[in-house]
């Protein structure tokens, strides 16, 4: 397994990224982080971390500029802001769909929290090559319209400690038309720090992308 620093261009502006590449890896997953987080998250690390040894590339990368961090800590404003990370998320799926190293995958995509949102409008805006989609403890509620478009599966975990999430997931869920499932992970609580919660999370998102991202993906339309 290979890790790489580099560089995404995505909705016209470049973002740090960490690729995660195993030997005959058999699809990519891209991870878009929850509000106030980065591509360092600890948890999506290690999610990401544990994909790779099932043999599934990962792509970690900043949904803010360097100077917009800064601004958000602040004033706490982008990262809300689910029309523009949804566009950088959509525009990392086209960037992954042509770059070389992984251009041949089936791609999926990984969110949590507000990042959930944003990896739905892309699954909807980039039919032809998003192939699985899951959250965790996600707030797909937030990607509005965009939910009756999307059509990749999509896997929903939340925590059984968590019932507002639990609550707007259903809500989600109703609108969603794609093949899509609900898992309530006993005793976990937002941020699945309990133990052995968020192995049960890593467990069910590798099971989820390796059911559908082993063939290689149509032409993006």
């Known amino acids: 397994m290979t890790e790489h620093d580099l560089e995404i261009q995505t909705s016209g502006v470049a973002l740090e990224a960490t690729l995660l590449m195993p030997e005959a890896?058999?699809?990519i997953v891209v991870?878009?982080?929850?509000?106030?987080?980065?591509?360092?998250?600890?948890?999506?690390?290690?999610?990401?971390?544990?994909l790779a040894e099932q043999g599934l590339a990962t792509l970690l990368f900043d949904l803010l500029t360097p100077e917009e961090s800064l601004i958000d800590e602040r004033t706490r404003a982008l990262r809300f802001d689910i029309a523009l990370i949804g566009a950088r998320m959509s525009g990392a799926v086209a960037w992954v769909a042509e770059a070389p190293p992984s251009r041949h995958l089936g791609i999926g995509l990984f969110g949590a929290s507000t990042g959930a949102a944003a990896a739905l409008i892309a699954a909807a805006d980039q039919p032809g090559w998003v192939r699985a989609v899951v959250s965790r403890g996600g707030r797909p509620d937030l990607a509005g319209e965009a939910l009756a478009r999307v059509r990749a599966p999509t896997l929903l975990l939340v925590g059984g400690h968590d019932p507002e999430?639990?609550?707007l997931n259903e809500q989600a869920m109703a609108r969603l038309c794609s093949?899509?499932?609900?898992?309530?992970?006993?005793?976990?609580?937002?941020?699945?720090?309990?133990?052995?919660?968020?192995?049960?999370?890593?467990?069910?998102?590798?099971r989820w992308f390796l059911d559908h991202l082993r063939e290689v993906p149509p032409e993006a339309g």
């Open 179 to 206: 093949p899509r499932q609900l898992l309530i992970v006993p005793g976990a609580s937002h941020l699945f720090e309990e133990p052995g919660t968020l192995a049960r999370v890593e467990a069910h998102a590798a």
């Open 31 to 50: 991870f878009a982080h929850g509000s106030g987080s980065s591509r360092f998250s600890v948890r999506n690390r290690r999610v990401a971390r544990h």
């Open 165 to 167: 999430v639990i609550r």
């Open 25 to 27: 890896a058999v699809g």
